[in-house]
């Protein structure tokens, strides 16, 4: 297992209120009540109907695995750290995000793995969102 850097994310007005909750360990999505669209990446509008009549909920943080590759050979502030994964999980609200998988051998990662949120912190005051495999 590789360790993977946690370099602090861009924050906007946007996403401000969604980086915020991961300093508590709370993966926000957002859901549009227009349309009943869930929402990922955070945004002021719904991409399926245009509103901005938005809320936003915490989010369970299980998933599974949709697709992934394995990097071997990281580039930039990831040259350090190869192998990792990153995938797109499909989270259990239906949204699918890009992602780390952590905290398993990178040949053992399979489409279809369950898997949930787990936290690293950027030491700026939220964390990133990574995943684990679940049992």
Same mark, same amino acid.
């Given at each position: 297992m590789s360790t993977l850097p946690n370099p602090?994310?861009?924050v906007t007005q946007a996403n401000k209120a969604f980086w915020d909750a991961?300093?508590?360990?709370r993966f926000q999505l957002q859901r549009c009540n227009a349309c009943d669209t869930v929402l990922w990446f955070p945004r002021?509008?719904?991409p399926s109907c245009w509103t901005e009549n938005i809320s936003?909920? %915490?989010a369970s943080g299980k998933g599974i695995i949709y697709s992934f590759a394995v990097i071997r050979k +990281?580039?930039?502030l990831y040259k350090e750290a190869g192998p990792f994964v990153v995938a797109y999980v499909e989270l259990a609200e239906g949204p699918r995000v890009m992602t780390?998988?952590?905290e398993c051998d990178? %040949?053992?990662v399979k489409v279809g793995m369950p898997v949930e949120v787990v936290w690293h912190d950027t +030491?700026?005051?939220n964390a990133l969102y990574r995943f684990r495999p679940t049992a």
């Open positions: 602090a994310p861009l991961t300093a508590e360990g002021r509008q719904c936003t909920f %915490d +990281g580039a930039m780390n998988i952590v990178v %040949d053992a +030491g700026q005051g």
